[in-house]
């Protein structure tokens, strides 16, 4: 949970056309570049470098640009989105991280993963086999990452959540704040885990980046709960992503 550096995407004119898995309504272009620019105004204050790309027309899924690689200390490993719509995100994101990484490597398929369903904490990388991950995406990854010396353990997303870091996220490198719908699978063992207080459950996808944690406005209870468990919280405003499925950790990769 500690970067130096972030890499963004704002939103593009085309996000009407963003996925989502049910229709409450288009976000709006106008709030959602404001709440972008509030969560990078965010990130950098802590110190940390964003690095802000421009918007892609032709993928209205691109500012969640976690979804396109894993980036680890030795080096980035791009996705293969379980979206088709979302594939050629990748190409797009791959120049930046040869800039920023000496060491860049791709799971090439035919398996398919996305970064939404990866949280790497302080002992391994958890993946959750989702919709858009599967078991072969999952081998490929765990390939790589063990040669890099992490040891991967695959999990399980829960049904009709659409990656498994929707409902958690890393609070530092032993406590991860999660959904008791997700935890209660058991995949947390061994670590503190914190509950989002019930009626909460978006709450649950949110960062831990340097010394604040970033996380949807509108969740009191969530955010009195880690506020006395002595997190500094920052809310942002998560509706038009939300329409989209969107969350905290999507807006960025971090580094
Ligand atoms: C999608 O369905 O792919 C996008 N509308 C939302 C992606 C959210 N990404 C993430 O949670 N890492």
Known sequence: FEFTRAITRRPASTIAQGLRAEDIGNPDLESMLKAHAAYVAALRSTGAEVIELDPLEAYPDAQFVEDTA?????????????????????????????????????????????????????????????????????????????????ALREVFTPEGVLHFKTDCSLMDAETILSTKRLDASGCFEGYRVLHVAEGEEAAANTIRFNNLVLMAAGFPRTAEMLDNAGFEIVEIDNTDCAKLDGGMSCLSLRF
């Open 70 to 150: 894993l980036c680890l200390p030795q080096g980035a490993i791009l996705m293969r989105p379980g979206a088709p719509s979302r594939l050629g995100e990748v190409a797009e994101m791959a120049p930046t991280l040869r800039v920023c990484y000496d060491d860049v490597r791709a799971v090439t398929g035919p398996g398919h993963i996305e970064g939404g369903d990866i949280l790497v904490t302080g002992r391994e990388i958890l993946v959750g086999r989702s919709d858009r991950t599967d078991a072969a995406g999952v081998a490929e990854l765990a390939e790589i990452a063990s040669e890099w010396g992490y």
